[in-house]
């Protein structure tokens, strides 16, 4: 992160990718709300629900991370992330939350592949949806145990459980 960081923390850089972020979730909900009567079947509605949901994680994740560095005056770090998870009851709300923002990815980006092979027969459509989704479901939970520190040993600085009300010492 510390090397991705010299790229997407220049100011122009940023501000184009917060505005991609802005274009993504508003044209995201449009869609969803559009096509709400004509959605039919299994994968249209699948496209729509993890875009839904990626919409509103975009929204409070990056909403958050802004919070931190702005106002919190953090670091926007692992721990930043990773603190909700180690302050009880916190983790009920953060393990789903995380959990399904990878999956959501995964599957939201396997419904694109999915009408990329139109002409193709009905199993390579099928694999082109359930091979991300596998691999979505593999990736966000290796994800979440690394952030709740089951993967490796993670200690979370004070200052970043404080941030949940938790109190030092
Ligand atoms: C469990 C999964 C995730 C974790 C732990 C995580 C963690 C983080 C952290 C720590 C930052 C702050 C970076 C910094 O301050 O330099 C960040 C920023 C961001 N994340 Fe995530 N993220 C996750 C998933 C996602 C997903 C799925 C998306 C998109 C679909 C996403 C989009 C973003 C964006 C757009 C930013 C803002 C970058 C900026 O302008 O600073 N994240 N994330």
């Known amino acids: 992160m510390d090397a991705a960081r010299n790229v997407y923390r220049q100011p122009v850089v940023e501000m184009v990718l917060l505005f991609c972020v802005a274009f993504q979730i508003c044209s995201g909900l449009w869609f969803v709300v559009r096509g709400w009567k004509q959605r039919q079947g299994l994968l249209p509605w699948l496209q729509a629900a993890s875009g839904a949901y990626l919409a509103f994680f975009l929204l409070v994740h990056v909403g958050a991370v802004l919070f931190g560095r702005s106002v ?6 692992f721990y930043y992330a990773a603190a909700g998870l180690h302050v009880p009851p916190n983790q009920f709300f953060f393990a789903p939350y995380y959990l399904l923002a990878v999956f959501a990815l995964f599957t939201h980006l396997g419904c694109a592949a999915y009408w990329q092979f ?3 027969s009905r199993s390579v459509r099928t694999i082109s949806v359930a091979v991300p989704m596998l691999v979505g479901g593999i990736v966000s939970l290796l994800i979440v145990l690394s952030l709740a520190g089951m993967l490796q040993p993670v200690e979370i600085p004070a200052k970043y459980k404080a941030t949940y009300g938790h109190k030092v010492g």
Do not use: G, P, R
Request: net charge negative; proline share 0%; glycine share 0%.
């Open 118 to 120: 139109q002409n193709a």
């Open 72 to 77: 919190l005056n953090l670091d926007t770090n």
